[in-house]
């Protein structure tokens, strides 16, 4: 994927075909018919039989058995029917960015039915025997920094476009569903803040920072003074103009290096979004930082996608939107704690938090598609909506959780007794609903 000065309209597009390859008819060769259905039906029972049609480029329809279906995918040459039988986690998304399947209907609609029976749980492959020794390449300091460069500094105003005004790039808290997207994200950060239980004076550490926007609310509202880390240079940039001009730059101090390199004292350390991109192997590497910066009476929270299960993130989200992700289960997250006696205090799954955010950078990210396409080419704009897309999916079916843990040294007894001192908001004004997500 490439950035480029100007690109096609939404209308040329999203409205119609013309930046999609035509269905080429004449490419089945030499396959019978019967073969073709075997070829597809394959792929159909490899993915787990979702209740979906594909199409053929020569108009042949085959099914799992179910008629009148409401989500369909056509193939458009034999080349992509191929690729998907080799490697359809892979090669969906390539070959959906660039162009050459095309899910006809709604595009969430055919993703949730896929995802409902994916068999997730599959044996071993070469991708997991291999995995410790390529996160290592992939997580080490100039690994992390390309993998960082790679999905956030691709601009700062193409996250403007879909992200919320403080431009919070994480999981926000919906206490009431019917919240924007605005005030859910005050009341996730709001929420990160009590669970740290901040007291004015105190000092806080921050493992990537994102653009800054939970550092200054910590400062600003709980009186605290914090160091914040990050390796994305344009997020720092931003970041740091944005502290100038609330005031808060004696307050706040914004560091571009590697969360590896932190030094100090300090009462809390926090990071929301970030152990997803340390590599599972560096889990020991991360406690042993936590270890060392934090006070006597420290405590910390760690905010994370995660699985339910040790599995791999998927191919083309790895490879093209998010490389070196690598989200980890309950268990492997634990590894950042025992070694160092942190006792877990408390663990909040906030999974269908996600899917209702996603929701609204979905909704926005369609709604400034003129945009995004005079920014990036025809396949960077398929391919985020697709990410989009498909991690919201991801989040309503259970395929990927979000967790937050908090911690602190083991013997500090100042905590808590009851957990009511999660639910007495600071934000009254956002509401109170007891409705489900």
């Known amino acids: 994927m490439r950035q480029v000065q100007a690109g096609p309209s939404r209308k040329s597009f999203v409205g119609s075909n013309d930046y999609l390859p035509p269905v080429n008819r004449g490419s089945q060769g030499y396959l019978p018919v019967a073969t073709l259905n075997a070829l597809v039906m394959r792929l159909l029972r490899a993915i787990g039989c979702p209740q979906v049609k594909i199409e053929l480029w020569n108009g042949q329809e085959i099914s799992s058995g179910e008629k009148n279906l409401s989500a369909s995918l056509l193939i458009r040459d034999i080349g992509a029917l191929m690729k998907l039988l080799i490697d359809p986690e892979l090669y969906f998304g390539e070959l959906y960015s660039a162009g050459r399947i095309e899910v006809r209907g709604k595009l969430l609609v055919f993703l949730e039915l896929v995802y409902r029976t994916w068999p997730y749980r599959q044996g071993l492959t070469v991708k997991k025997l291999l995995a410790p020794f390529y996160n290592a390449r992939r997580h080490s300091l100039p690994g992390s920094r390309r993998n960082i460069h790679h999905h956030y500094d691709i601009g700062n105003d193409f996250y403007k476009l879909w992200l919320d005004e403080s431009m919070v790039y994480t999981c926000a808290y919906f206490q009431n569903p019917g919240l924007s997207l605005e005030d859910a994200q005050l009341a996730k950060m709001d929420l990160v803040c009590r669970k740290l239980r901040l007291r004015p004076g105190e000092t806080v550490v921050e493992a990537g920072c994102g653009w800054g926007s939970l550092a200054l609310y910590m400062a600003k509202h709980f009186g605290v003074t914090v160091k914040a880390y990050n390796i994305s ?31 100090g004292d300090f009462d809390a350390f926090v990071s929301v979004g970030m152990l997803e991109h340390v590599g599972i192997g560096h889990y020991h590497e991360l406690g042993t930082v936590i270890n060392r910066v934090l006070k006597d009476n420290g405590r910390g929270l760690i905010h994370s996608i995660g699985l339910n299960f040790p599995r791999p993130m998927d191919a083309w989200t790895e490879r093209h939107i998010f490389p070196g992700a690598s989200p980890p289960s309950l268990a492997q997250m634990m590894r950042i704690f025992e070694p160092f006696d942190f006792s877990v205090l408390d663990v909040e799954n906030l999974r269908l938090h996600y899917a209702r955010t996603l929701e609204h950078w979905l909704q926005r990210y369609e709604a400034n598609v003129d945009f995004v396409t005079e920014m990036f080419d025809p396949e960077f704009v398929r391919a985020w909506r697709l990410y989009l897309a498909g991690s919201l999916t991801a989040f309503k ?10 911690f602190a040294r083991s013997g500090l007894n100042m905590i808590p007794w009851t957990r009511q001192y999660l639910y007495d908001s600071r934000n009254k004004l956002l509401g109170k609903s007891d409705g489900k997500m």
Do not use: P
Not at 244 to 251: I, M, Q, T, V
Not at 397 to 406: E, I, K, Y
């Open 397 to 406: 079916t259970g395929s990927m959780q979000l967790f937050q843990v908090g």
């Open 233 to 263: 240079g344009e997020q720092v940039s931003l970041a740091r103009q944005r502290a100038r001009a609330e005031g808060l730059a004696g307050k706040v101090e914004f560091i571009e290096d590697d969360y590896r390199h932190m030094r």
